[in-house]
């Protein structure tokens, strides 16, 4: 869902992105292995993406501490859950991980802030990239739009599912969950 953001800034600030492959057993299992406590499925599993990606010869691996999203425009701000909040601190902890906790990026985010406050908040990680802090404002406003851009092709999908359903009065399934689990 953050991926626009994520791709734009780190390409803004010089960096190759390189995506883990898609989730499989092994995958799925070595995040099983390496979690040191009993969170949910999804976090086990971004143990393995983690490992993969590490393995796979990645110099860097982001696993950014979110800590809010942008409330939708009729909701109160929520928090996300502690478990997606503390990623990169449990991960860092690992024992089998622990000789790559340098090649961890995990910037603390607050998207529900606003953009000038998450341009203050990556202003640490820009640095770690040898940018600057005026380079680390226009990765942050590009990854911004492309984050919108995105949103709004999200929307207008949606939009075109539902018309598709009106005009044809076929039924529709709707699957409402968190953002990690769908």
Not at 89 to 99: E, F, I, K, T
């Amino acid at each position: 869902d953050r991926f626009p953001f994520w791709r734009v800034l780190l390409e803004g600030l010089g960096c190759a992105v390189a995506l883990s492959e898609e989730t499989n057993r092994r995958i799925a299992q070595d995040g099983v292995d390496l979690s040191v406590a009993e969170p949910c499925y999804p976090i086990r599993v971004a143990h393995g993406h983690v490992q993969a990606l590490l393995e796979g010869g990645c110099d860097l691996v982001l696993v950014p501490n979110v800590m809010t999203f942008e409330p939708a425009p009729d909701a109160v701000a929520s928090q996300l859950c502690p478990w997606t909040q503390t990623l990169p601190h449990v991960v860092r902890s690992v024992p089998r991980l622990a000789g790559a906790a340098d090649r961890l990026l995990a910037p603390s985010v607050h998207f529900g802030l606003g953009e000038a406050h998450v341009r203050r908040d990556l202003l640490p990680l820009g640095r770690r990239l040898g940018a600057t802090p005026r380079q680390v404002g226009r990765a942050v406003a590009a990854a911004f739009a492309a984050q919108r851009r995105f949103q709004a092709a999200v929307e207008a999908a949606g939009r075109e599912a539902l018309a598709l359903l009106e005009r044809t009065g076929e039924p529709g399934i709707l699957l409402v969950d968190r953002k990690s689990v769908v």
